[in-house]
């Protein structure tokens, strides 16, 4: 069983907390991001899962098995680094067999552990048994590397040697598959590709994995479900569409993709249900999201938000008054910062060929619909 539970954990280290309070529940087979900012406690409390961390309280379970007394070697995880940690002077084939020798090192009696520690010592691997020799190549297969077994890890990219570390990981058939940041030594093109290869494996198998970024287009492209993490605590839990949609705080609004955040007063609820909402002088937004506070934090998207040119838009259609200050063209979309009044606004639409782009200057309508009006 590879379901992963984390109770009350708790972590200082000499005095000082890095972790407060984690509880989360991993179902096997899940894809489960830890997201956050650098110092956050992704990595502590990932090493905490693996046993390299003791925990100062709380609980870890693996399966039905609480862990807490375990050692590391016995929790039946497979780890991958951001820096590959393949031995240099072994091929990619020893590379992989090496890990599953090791485990024979712990496992075995007096003697296989003199004849493993033989190897381990020796400067390159030696001979491996049929069934290590087949179960290393399935690996390789696996990851797509077979036909580079002979190769030392100098002489591959990096794509290619994190991918022989996804296979020395995969070769032990683990429980749980960590991963603390493999793809930022990777640059960006390759990142994207690996991103996929990496889910697709994961899918394949059908392990259950963690995996730490500070990345939030990595989490949200690839996770399941995806924990932001803040200051040593989780603080939200969800698939990527609804950290993305509802946010829980503007934390998380605000990491999880780029957003418009203005400070609100709730006026009252029309007969619609939706609070009406002042986001500065003579200036109301409708939100259809509920909420029992006066003062708010009032997020928008600025996907969310359509730019009319003035002529176009009626008058009651949750619609501000506003001026381009500033147009930045991106490729695929085009990014308008938008002065209304006091308030600024970063609003994106979709760059169509052969459509102007608008010029600084422009008198534009923002059409917000309601149902994108996060108030917090
Ligand atoms: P990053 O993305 O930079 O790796 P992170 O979110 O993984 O950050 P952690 O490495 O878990 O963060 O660190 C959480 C906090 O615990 C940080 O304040 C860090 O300085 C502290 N910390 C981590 N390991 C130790 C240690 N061995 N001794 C002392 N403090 C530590």
Do not use: W
């Amino acid at each position: 069983m590879g379901s992963v539970k984390i109770e009350h954990l708790n972590k200082q280290f000499n005095g000082n907390t890095a972790l407060e309070d984690v509880n989360l529940e991993i179902q096997e087979g899940e894809f489960f991001a830890l997201l956050g900012p650098s110092g956050c406690g992704k990595t502590t409390t990932m090493r905490c899962v693996a046993g390299f961390e003791t925990p100062t309280s709380g609980s870890i379970y693996i399966g039905d098995r609480n862990v807490n007394q375990i050692p590391a070697n016995q929790r039946n995880c497979g780890m991958v680094f951001q820096s590959y940690a393949l031995f240099p002077h072994l091929n990619v084939f020893e590379n992989v067999a090496y890990s599953l020798n090791i485990r024979r090192f712990y496992e075995g009696g007096f003697g296989t552990k003199l004849s493993t520690l033989a190897h381990l010592l020796n400067r390159r691997l030696g001979k491996v048994d049929r069934a290590t020799e087949q179960k290393v190549r399935d690996a390789l297969d696996f990851v797509e590397l077979g036909h580079l077994a002979d190769r030392l890890p100098g002489q591959l990219s990096g794509g290619q040697q994190q991918r022989v570390a996804l296979a020395r990981a995969l070769v032990m058939e683990p429980a749980v598959l960590l991963m603390d940041e493999p793809l930022s030594n990777l640059d960006k093109k390759l990142r994207n590709v690996m991103r996929v290869t990496i889910r697709q494996i994961q899918q394949k198998v059908g392990i259950t994995t963690i995996f730490v970024t500070h990345d939030q287009e990595e989490a949200m492209s690839m996770a399941d479900r995806v924990a932001v993490m803040h200051g040593g605590r989780l603080v939200q839990v969800d698939t990527p569409t609804a950290l993305y949609s509802n946010p829980t705080n503007k934390f998380v609004a605000d990491f999880v993709g780029s957003s418009n955040i203005l400070n609100g007063t709730v006026k009252g609820v029309n007969e619609s249900g939706e609070t009406l909402i002042e986001i500065g002088e003579n200036r109301f937004l409708r939100s259809t999201y509920p909420t029992n506070k006066k003062d708010v934090e009032v997020i928008i998207r600025p996907e969310s938000i359509r730019l009319l040119t003035s002529e176009k838009a009626a008058d009651d259609e949750n619609i501000l008054d506003g001026t381009i200050e500033l147009s930045t063209y991106l490729g695929p979309t085009i990014r308008y910062d938008v002065k209304v009044g006091e308030l600024r606004f970063e609003v994106d639409t979709v760059f169509e060929a052969g459509s102007p782009i608008l010029p600084s200057g422009t008198t534009v309508k923002l059409q917000i619909d309601p149902n994108r009006v996060v108030a917090l």
